[in-house]
């Protein structure tokens, strides 16, 4: 090989390894990038486009889907399975709101693709339909023994589940398999571990106690006494937030949101966050501090008016995190109380609120000058032009009666407009994405938005048509003595 061939090929498989291990973490939008980046170096490689097609349809963008596998077909017309795949996927609008409909109609199609195996069993695992999930895990398993990786995966949803015996089970043959597989040895300690917290006893950290499977640990790598840490909080505490406690063992938080958190952290790695002050509402378990944090925030402050205990007794100490998390009630925020902020996270939170517009506008005043706000919501994809707010109350929540904001598109770019914010970016889940409600009077799905103040504010003020507007809202005014 010469050494232009060797770089050549060098860095596309630098593209499809990064790209192989975002799938394997389940980081779906940088394996797209490393796909598309393998792309730009061998534009006519059929095989990339198949995988990035498999890849945003985990995402949920069956469009988008259907446009790569027909780029594969296109490339390869004598394929009639390329065209079969591409069929199925070219008009998915219509049936947008049914993956799995179409992931089974794609499995027809290419019987043994794993990755849409995979895909199907994590929609299906998703929609908490975990019993058919571990039907396709167990038919792989039959099929294709030497894949550990199903074995965790399986194994993961049993845990999911609650089936912590077949859970324990699943690793035990994982590591069977693969003696030398951390994540089903530290998954499987901390599920022996917890075993025993939930029996009320204190396990001893004896290596002799461990099952055989696990004990001795030959390269001394697993660190038990983290490890069984980690379990007694596991039996103490239901988490919200996924978050990675060690490289294979993350807090049982609930995967569904998993979608939705992705925006909010893509939106949180496109803007700097090095030296920053970092406000995050509605921090709950600390999923978007800690990794404000870790993108060297200089101070991060969660506030959230239910604070959770597992973050605060258990996962900042654990973590050794300088996060700060007060309970609070947003509604009782001003400057006055930790200074101002240069980036300001609202997740998960304005659809809750029965005072959405005062609660922007606490929001926007403990921003700094030229701050951003990351917002990310419920939409109401209202099929209408007019900006609209859905205020249901009770039973009449698409969610649950907590939840009882739901602004359409315009909606929210209008009211951030009239308060003096523009929306840099805005990102909306696909109404096929797990999670999406479908109600009566259109679907609720996802959004975020990059905001940052407005040019439209001169001397504090809000110009909106050459008129002063805030003051007339916000304080006091002539326009009436004026007009006469
Ligand atoms: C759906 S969770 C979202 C958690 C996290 N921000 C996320 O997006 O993954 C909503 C969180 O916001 C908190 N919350 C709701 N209303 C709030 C308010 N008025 N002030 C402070 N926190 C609030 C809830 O207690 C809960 O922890």
Excluded at 333 to 362: C, E, K, M, N, Q
Excluded at 406 to 429: C, P, Q, W, Y
Aim: a negative charge; one cysteine or more; hydrophobic letters at 40%.
């Amino acid at each position: 090989m010469t050494g232009k061939q060797r770089s050549f090929s060098d860095s596309v498989y630098k593209f499809i390894d990064a790209a192989n291990s975002s799938i394997a973490k389940g980081h779906l939008s940088e394996a797209r990038e490393s796909l598309i980046g393998a792309l730009v170096v061998v534009p006519d490689c059929h095989p990339l486009y198949l995988i990035l097609g498999t890849v945003v349809l985990g995402q949920g963008n069956l469009p988008e889907a259907g446009r790569f596998f027909t780029r594969a077909a296109g490339l390869v017309p004598k394929d009639t399975q390329l065209q079969l795949m591409a069929n199925v996927f070219r008009n998915s609008n219509d049936q947008a709101n049914n993956p799995e409909g179409l992931l089974f109609r794609a499995l027809e199609v290419y019987p043994d693709n794993l990755f849409i195996i995979k895909l199907l069993a994590t929609v299906l695992r998703d929609k908490g339909q975990f019993r058919r999930a571990l039907v396709l895990y167990a038919n792989v398993m039959e099929n294709n023994e030497s894949e550990i990786e199903w074995y965790l995966a399986a194994a993961q949803t049993y845990r999911r589940a609650g089936d912590m015996a077949n859970a324990r089970a699943v690793y035990e043959k994982a590591l069977k398999l693969d003696p030398n597989s951390q994540s089903a040895a530290e998954n499987l300690t901390v599920l022996h571990f917890a075993k025993s917290f939930e029996q009320g006893k204190q396990p001893e950290i004896d290596i002799s106690a461990l099952p055989d499977c696990i004990s001795p640990d030959p390269a001394g790598k697993l660190d038990l006494e983290q490890l069984a840490n980690i379990a007694a909080a596991f039996a103490k505490y239901s988490f919200y937030h996924v978050i990675s406690l060690t490289e294979h063992v993350s807090t049982p938080g609930k995967s569904d949101y998993f979608f939705i958190q992705q925006q909010v952290l893509d939106a949180m790695r496109s803007i700097d966050l090095k030296g920053k002050r970092v406000l995050d509402i509605g921090c709950r378990d600390g999923l978007f501090s800690f990794e404000a944090e870790r993108l060297q925030s200089a101070k991060v402050i969660g506030i959230d008016n239910d604070l959770s205990k597992p973050a605060v007794d258990f996962l900042i100490p654990y973590l050794k995190s300088q996060v700060q998390m007060h309970h609070m009630n947003l509604l009782d925020l001003t400057p006055d109380s930790f200074g101002l902020f240069d980036v300001v996270i609202l997740a998960g939170v304005l659809y809750h609120l029965r005072y959405p517009f005062h609660a922007l506008r606490l929001v926007k005043k403990v921003l700094a000058p030229g701050g951003t706000m990351i917002l990310e919501t419920a939409i109401w994809d209202s099929q209408d032009k007019l900006p609209m707010l859905y205020c249901p109350v009770g039973e009449e929540s698409p969610y649950e009666n907590s939840s009882v904001t739901f602004f359409n598109e315009k909606g929210i770019h209008d009211t951030l407009r009239s308060l003096g914010m523009v929306v840099e970016s805005a990102e909306l889940l696909p109404l096929s994405a797990p999670g999406a409600v479908p109600t009566e009077h259109g679907c609720i799905t996802r959004g975020c938005f990059v905001c940052r103040i407005s040019d439209e504010v001169q001397n504090g003020s809000l110009m909106l048509n050459k008129e002063c507007v805030t003051n007339y809202w916000d304080d006091l005014h002539q326009v009436h003595t004026e007009l006469g």
